[in-house]
């Protein structure tokens, strides 16, 4: 059997140490009950927790996997186990009959890169699409949206304002509903920017004495977004980007690649994180350190039904990458180009301050949150909140109890450098490492 692949070349592909570390455990011949292997597949079955074995198969030549089990991570542990065992040239990975659930997933990649390239040959002959033809259409359905947006966004501002003049600390016992309704509306009115802002500021329920500060904050940026919207004529392109990311307006990727700004630099991984979203949906954030150009980016994919990623990052790990980033007055989300293998180097380790976090927060008010990296803090547990202790004061941090307790264990009380999403309120930590190198890694929400 040829050996395509060493087992440094498997464990680059894992998307971080724990994958990694799991799929060397999982890497042992007894653990597969079939195994083969051939020219284009390598596929086998591994036992889990349940009565069915896990069905895991590769694609060889793109190194795209797929796995019945239900992790969201690509590859998965059992993906990385069978990348290792074929590169340990393991005897069962032989030719053999395919079984037919690998000839199926094989058969349904392969079809689905015919249409795609002979949808793009049928694009090279077909004539070229009037550009003013086009400008005018995508003009007319920008008016339309504008439009629709304009109404919900006035009829938000309104009830706002209605909650405001009767005070917080009276509002209704349908408060709740009356704002899931209002949730409703900002779909309806193509705003789910709005939407999903509103849905975060109301919380399970009508809130107690206590949240009411929270809930105020959340409001009184809602009520600034939807004044945003009838004066955005007014704004520079930079400020109108800004509102149109706060309202949910899609972002064309190849727009981006044209016409983002463009950074090339050596890309060091602060930390990631998987997030399942609704519709089997699975949302990945990764966060970027420019080591020439001291520039942070987040790359945010999303991926439907178990397909993998088209980049694999590790944390830790430095990519020389060329990213075309989104316009805005503070400009973090990129487009990935020019993607390479990750390099062995050294890195400096960057600390951010809190007012670099304020400054951003001045300038673009409705960011979601922005990365913070935060040398010699402890971490402490104070019986119901993780905190980070750090030489300017102490930061809430958004952990459930597992992963809260993990970090206080690997921190083992010894200062180390913790990486975050500072959203304003609270950090929630990606990645952590102490004085020996060593790496925590947050979990997939």
Not at 270 to 279: C, D, S
Not at 399 to 427: K, S
Request: glycine residues 10%; charged residues 20%; contains cysteine.
């Amino acid at each position: 059997m040829e050996v395509r692949l060493t087992r440094e070349q498997v464990l680059a592909l894992a998307p971080d140490a724990a994958s990694a570390k799991a799929g060397g455990g999982l890497a042992i011949d007894g653990k597969w009950g079939l195994l083969g292997a051939d020219d284009e597949a390598l596929w086998g079955e591994c036992q889990g927790s349940g009565s069915k074995p896990y069905q895991t198969q590769v694609d060889l030549e793109a190194l795209v996997s797929r796995c019945s089990c239900p992790s969201r991570k690509f590859p998965c542990k059992h993906g990385l186990a069978l990348l290792l065992l074929y590169a340990a040239g393991n005897p069962r990975c032989v030719p053999q009959a395919r079984p037919a659930w690998v000839d199926e997933w094989l058969n349904g990649r392969r079809d689905r890169a015919a249409r795609k390239e002979a949808a793009v040959e049928a694009a090279a002959v077909a004539p070229p699409p009037d550009p003013q033809a086009q400008a005018a259409a995508t003009a007319k359905r920008e008016q339309v949206r504008w439009g629709r947006i304009e109404a919900g966004a006035a009829e938000l501002q309104r009830w706002i304002a209605d909650q405001f003049r009767q005070g917080l600390a009276n509002l209704p016992a349908d408060f709740h509903a009356q704002g899931q309704t209002m949730v409703a509306r900002m779909v309806d009115a193509q705003a789910p920017g709005l939407a999903s802002q509103l849905e975060a500021a109301l919380g399970e329920g009508t809130p107690g004495l206590a949240g009411l500060g929270e809930l105020g904050a959340r409001l009184g940026l809602l009520q600034l977004l939807t004044q945003a919207v009838a004066r955005r004529a007014q704004y520079e392109p930079a400020r109108l980007a800004d509102l149109r990311a706060a309202l949910g307006w899609p972002v064309d990727r190849e727009a981006v690649q044209r016409d983002g700004e463009a950074v090339h630099d050596r890309w060091h991984v602060q930390g990631q994180w998987l997030v399942e979203q609704p519709g089997n949906l699975v949302e990945r954030r990764v966060w970027l350190h420019g080591l020439d150009s001291g520039r942070s980016a987040l790359v945010q994919d999303f991926s439907h039904g178990g397909r993998g990623w088209q980049e694999q990052w590790r944390t830790g790990s430095v990519h020389a990458a060329r990213l075309h980033f989104h316009a805005g007055s503070v400009p973090l989300r990129a487009v990935v180009t020019e993607f390479e293998a990750p390099r062995a180097e050294a890195t400096t380790p960057r600390t951010d301050t809190f007012d670099a976090a304020s400054q951003a927060y001045a300038r673009n008010p409705w960011l979601p949150q922005v990365p913070m990296r935060l040398q010699d803090v402890h971490i402490a547990h104070d019986g119901t909140q993780c905190w980070l202790q750090h030489a300017e004061g102490a930061l809430p941090l958004q952990l459930p109890g597992l992963q809260a307790w993990a970090l206080m264990a690997f921190a083992g009380g010894h200062p180390v450098c913790v990486m975050g999403e500072w959203d304003g309120q609270v950090l929630l930590p990606l990645s952590a490492w102490n004085a020996r190198d060593e790496r925590w890694e947050r979990s997939a929400a």
